[in-house]
């Protein structure tokens, strides 16, 4: 098996056990602490606890992580080289009252998140997944996650013999239309819950291992397809999934930071900046929370840590070291479609397994500008890591990600890139298997040397 085919099987691992952003962290503190890494709370100070060569991980909210490496040859004042991505991706929520029941039906109340491609979640056999609050002792409650793997939801299709006009346009109402079944009335258990059909509450004390059901104190849960992710294609070339819009640029950045610090003596003992990866959560609904990219989380952190090293009266290290610092913003990126390559600007069409890409707006220029692409594209040579361009048409709106507003709020260098997909917030979406390999080669590589990199690059 060739490394392009190692790194998306394990990425098909990594996704299929990541339904829900709580579900993504744990996955990648697994990986961390198998790498040797140790975590550290935000809430106990880290001076003398920080060291270098050290290799460190915390969680906020159990939904956002954040990872990193410190360099041998590290001095205060010295920047940082930053990666950053989100856990989170387009999906329905069980709202806080979810009991529904309608012509002998149970049906779940939810709630869309982020800007999702509905009409995909119809006809799909769903399940739920995310966190627990449980009692474990009188008035101790703890996080435990929880993922249903057989379908127990499901949102139907109306028959076309009832709506014929279907065939123009597949037109729903959110409210209405989008409640899954879980149950018949005649089935339903004993109504002892206000808030949440009894069948859902039994199920997820089972997978808990819960003594009785009032044990469950709240939850937060995603519903997701129980489909597996899978490689697909005449020779396997692709990757059908749920969730690739962000996880595999999460699972990108987060083996790039481990490879590049696999061998200290080879890379980060001579590494002067500090290496940082930070997966956010809530990107999907702008990211303006706790544990969003829009929250003060980054800026705290690198103080932070610039505070572990400083001495007293140290006053201006933070601006210093901002001003030496990178971020590349990853987020998944479009892919030219066969059936729609008009919606594309004739000269950035992007292709899947082509390499990575880097993203230009001309009204975003504070994330991407000709400097910052300047130093990826030096690394990329360097390592023959292949990279492709996207620019929006003229007469076509775009999204954003956390690139605009991290650089805005810190003054940062920052780069948005993202690997090519097609189906964007759908339920099941493509990518290539080969750009899994590409984004991990670049971001190791970027970990590895843009220290070096960024003193031959003279602006100011």
Aim: with cysteine; net charge negative; glycine share 6%.
């Amino acid at each position: 098996m060739d490394n392009n085919s190692t790194s998306a099987a394990d990425f098909i691992k990594f996704v299929n056990n990541s339904p829900s952003p709580f579900h993504a962290v744990e996955e990648a503190i697994i990986r961390l602490k198998e790498a040797k890494y140790e975590e550290i709370k935000e809430c106990v100070s880290w001076r003398g606890k920080l060291k270098k060569e050290g290799k460190y991980y915390f969680t906020r909210n159990r939904s956002t992580i954040v990872a990193f490496a410190i360099g041998g040859k590290y001095e205060p004042g010295n920047g940082f080289s930053m990666a950053g991505a989100h856990t989170d991706s387009p999906c329905l929520k069980v709202k806080p009252i979810s009991k529904k029941v309608k012509e002998g039906y149970l049906q779940v109340g939810v709630e869309p998140y982020g800007g999702g491609l509905w009409h995909t979640w119809f006809d799909r056999d769903l399940s739920v997944a995310g966190r627990v609050m449980v009692e474990t002792e009188k008035n101790k409650f703890e996080h435990k996650l929880v993922k249903v793997e057989r379908p127990i939801l499901r949102i139907p299709t109306l028959a076309i013999h009832l709506d014929r006009d279907v065939r123009e346009g597949f037109k729903f109402n959110n409210e209405v239309h989008l409640t899954p079944l879980i149950a018949t009335v005649s089935n339903k258990l004993a109504e002892n819950n206000e808030k949440h059909h009894p069948a859902l509450l039994d199920i997820l004390a089972q997978e808990l291992k819960c003594k009785e059901v009032n044990e469950i104190h709240d939850f937060e849960l995603c519903l997701y397809d129980t489909q597996p992710s899978t490689i697909g294609g005449a020779y396997e070339e692709f990757i059908f999934s749920a969730r690739l819009d962000n996880l595999m640029m999460s699972y990108a950045l987060l083996i790039g930071l481990i490879n590049s610090t696999k061998n200290i003596s080879e890379s980060l003992c001579d590494d002067s900046n500090i290496r940082l990866i930070t997966l956010f959560d809530n990107e999907e609904i702008g990211s303006t929370t706790a544990h969003g990219a829009n929250s003060l989380l980054l800026e705290t952190t690198l103080r932070r840590i610039c505070s572990a090293f400083a001495e007293p009266g140290y006053d201006t290290i933070f601006e210093e070291t901002i001003h030496k610092s990178f971020m590349i913003s990853a987020d998944m990126a479009h892919a030219v479609h066969p059936n729609y390559c008009e919606k594309h600007e004739e000269n950035h069409r992007p292709q899947m397994n082509q390499g990575v890409v880097i993203k230009t707006n001309a009204n975003q220029r504070y994330a991407t500008t000709s400097v910052t692409s300047l130093i990826l594209r030096q690394v990329a040579k360097k390592y023959k890591v292949p990279l492709q361009d996207f620019v929006v048409r003229n007469d076509s709106p775009c999204g954003s990600t956390i690139g605009p507003m991290i650089s805005a709020n810190l003054g940062l260098r920052t780069l948005d890139i993202g690997n090519p997909q097609l189906s964007m917030h759908s339920i099941r979406e493509t990518a290539g298997t080969k750009d899994v390999d590409h984004a991990i080669k670049l971001i190791k590589a970027f970990f590895e040397d843009f220290a070096e990199i960024d003193r031959n690059i003279t602006v100011d």
